[in-house]
């Protein structure tokens, strides 16, 4: 590929603080896991963070903390990667998935079911969903939210940042976010003393003390190494959100319709997709591919269609129709001016 869809970044400062960690502290459990968590916490503006080995961990953990498990009832929007539900499965409570807004692909909570147990509402490609609503329907239900925030580290709404909205925000390290930590890792944030010490007990074997072990849980922790190069990432956050909201400005001035999910009005978008929403989009695809320019669909599948959830029989229309129109272009820091006006060239090619 001449512009791939995306790429992995490696720095010196990353290889330093690797290696940094590796001889000087203890491979599991090290000071820089202790270090990135207060940072972490202190970036979205939460009390406590808690660090876990991939994004699905954090979920996971955060509905079990939270007491979730046979025969409670979990929402969640049906466009997302399929984690978002997973991990409500995994803890034998049932997912309950909703339809999404047509213009942004966010969660739409017009026809939702009462009685549910929790919900879990997702920043989709890192722009903010519309939290007032999630609240709204929370509170009346009296039940917790867990932000998936996987996709939006640093987004905001409504002057606040994603995964201090909620009871529990969880997020992903995944090399394709706008922050890794050199491999698989995740997070969890809260304001709340009891919860975190709980995530933390589940994330080490339910481990009470030294020798007592008082619930279940996994070997679920961030190792030192990815904490450490963790640290590094986060401190560049800010930086490499600034680039993708420039290329996200350079599309917008230069696609003859602009044809770009909005971003929420009360929010602030990360745009760690950037995507378009088109009739001609699987034209528009083999024209970026014809012209080795890497573009990606995010999801092409609704999880209500994935095998595994077909048992449940949902119908949600506006997810399957927004599921063949969209496409993701490329949206990583790295991405020059002129590669993003090669990409509009493209585009505008086939839509105007
Ligand atoms: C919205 C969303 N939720 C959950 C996850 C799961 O994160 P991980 O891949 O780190 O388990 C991801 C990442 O892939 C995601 O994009």
Redesign the pocket.
């Known amino acids: 590929m001449k512009i791939p869809f995306f790429i992995q970044e490696f720095t010196v400062e990353m290889e330093e603080a690797a290696i940094h960690a590796l001889r000087n502290e203890s491979f599991v459990g090290g000071e820089s896991v202790s270090k990135f968590e207060e940072e972490f916490a202190k970036y979205t503006g939460t009390k406590y963070a808690a660090s876990v080995s ?4 954090a ?1 996971q953990i955060s509905l079990m903390a939270l007491g979730i498990g046979e025969s409670h009832k979990v929402i969640t929007p049906t466009n ?2 399929i ?2 539900a997973n991990c409500i499965r995994m803890t034998n409570a049932k997912p309950i998935l909703t339809d999404i807004d047509m213009d942004d692909g966010g969660i739409d909570l017009s026809n939702n079911e009462n009685n549910v147990n929790a919900i879990i509402p ?1 920043h ?1 490609y890192g722009n903010p969903c519309d939290f007032d609503s999630v609240k709204s329907f929370a509170e009346e239900q009296k039940i917790p939210i867990i932000e ?1 925030a ?2 939006a580290h640093g987004a905001e709404y409504k002057g606040k940042k994603v995964g201090s909205l909620g009871d529990i925000g969880c997020f ?1 390290f ?1 090399p394709t976010k706008n922050m890794t930590v050199g491999g ?1 890792g ?1 997070m969890t944030t809260t304001d709340d003393e009891e919860i975190v010490l709980k995530i933390k007990s589940i994330r080490d074997n339910g481990r009470k003390t030294k020798n007592e072990f008082d619930k279940l849980g996994f070997t679920m922790r961030l190792n030192t190494v990815n904490a450490a190069i963790g640290r590094v990432q986060l401190k560049h956050l800010d930086e490499k959100t600034a680039r993708r909201r420039e290329i996200v400005s350079i599309y917008r001035k230069n696609l003859v319709q602009d044809c770009i999910l909005p971003e929420n009005k009360d929010g602030k978008s990360v745009y760690h997709q950037i995507v378009i929403k088109h009739e001609k989009r699987d034209e528009i695809r083999k024209e970026l591919a014809d012209n080795q320019i890497g573009s990606a669909i995010y999801y092409e599948t609704p999880i209500h269609k994935q095998l595994i959830y077909q048992e449940f029989g949902y119908e949600l229309p506006n997810s399957e129709k927004f599921s063949k129109k969209i496409l993701s272009l490329p949206s990583y820091p790295q991405l020059t001016d002129d590669q993003a006006l090669e990409i509009c060239e493209h585009v505008n090619k086939i839509i105007s």
């Open positions: 991939s994004g699905n961990g979920l997302s990667f984690a978002s997702v989709i998936d996987c996709q992903s995944y698989d995740g």
